[in-house]
């Protein structure tokens, strides 16, 4: 069954550092990724997903993830964090329905706060 | 460009009432699921539908339903409302339903039930 894990439940980091926040996955075929994030009383914002192709996948506002098959990882990347990327950060795997129509399964998020 | 639209953005219901959540998807998009989102966790997938069939259903009870119209707005309906039942409503449009396109999510509508 498809899964996903984000191990930490915030993530503290200075502005003008990088950030990491981490995603582990657990599907049976080819995994389809997302990251969205979201902001307090807010919906969902699409970030960036992986498809196929280039490990390294580039999305919105400078962020990026890279996609490791061996270890099952998403983990979202930015090298230089902004105070106003604070927010929760939801990883996502595409998983199958009936008749070829999927559906998103999140993990928990990760709540990101950059401090000046 | 007019994004997903969700209405009302916050419901206060007393247990045991039923309520309506709409949504109305990015143009052009014909795909449209919801989501359920508790305090603390991620999205739970409840329904989706395309082309105004539905094509999924998550693990909820009867008491969610929904259904979707011709110009492709979809209405999410909660029967006998619980306590638990209390959490934000996202709804997502896609351009189909299948493949590798990326949902987009309305700002959602948070339904409190006392």
């Known amino acids: 069954a498809q899964s996903v894990a984000q191990p930490e439940d915030q993530v503290n980091v200075a502005e003008g550092n990088p950030l990491t926040v981490k995603c582990t996955y657990s599907?049976?075929?080819?995994?389809?990724l997302f990251w969205y994030v979201q902001y307090p009383n807010r919906g969902l914002q699409f970030l960036l997903k992986?498809?196929?192709?280039?490990?390294l996948v580039k999305g919105s506002y400078g962020f990026e993830a890279e996609f490791n098959k061996s270890q099952t990882s998403f983990h979202l990347k930015k090298p230089s964090a902004l105070v106003s990327d604070s927010a929760l950060y939801f990883c996502?795997?595409?998983?199958?329905?009936?008749?070829?129509?999927?559906?998103?399964?999140f993990g928990a998020g990760t709540r990101l706060a950059v401090h000046p | 460009d007019a994004g997903v639209t969700q209405s009302p953005t916050h419901l206060i219901k007393t247990r045991g009432q039923q309520v309506t959540l709409r949504c109305s998807p990015i143009s052009g998009h014909k795909s449209v699921s919801w989501y359920q989102q508790v305090l603390g966790q991620g999205p739970q997938f409840i329904f989706q539908?395309?082309?105004?069939?539905?094509?999924g259903r998550g693990n909820f009870p009867d008491r969610f339903s929904a259904r979707q119209f011709p110009n492709y707005s979809s209405e999410l309906n909660v029967n006998a409302l619980l306590l638990g039942d209390s959490a934000l409503y996202l709804c997502?449009?896609?351009?189909?339903?299948?493949?590798?396109?990326?949902?987009?999510f309305g700002q959602g509508t948070r339904l409190t039930v006392v």
């Open positions: 997502a449009s896609s351009l189909v339903g299948q493949g590798r396109t990326e949902a987009f």
């Open positions: 996502a795997v595409r998983a199958p329905l009936s008749g070829g129509y999927n559906k998103l399964i």
């Open positions: 539908y395309y082309e105004k069939e539905e094509r």
């Open positions: 992986y498809i196929t192709g280039d490990n």
């Open positions: 599907v049976s075929g080819n995994p389809y």
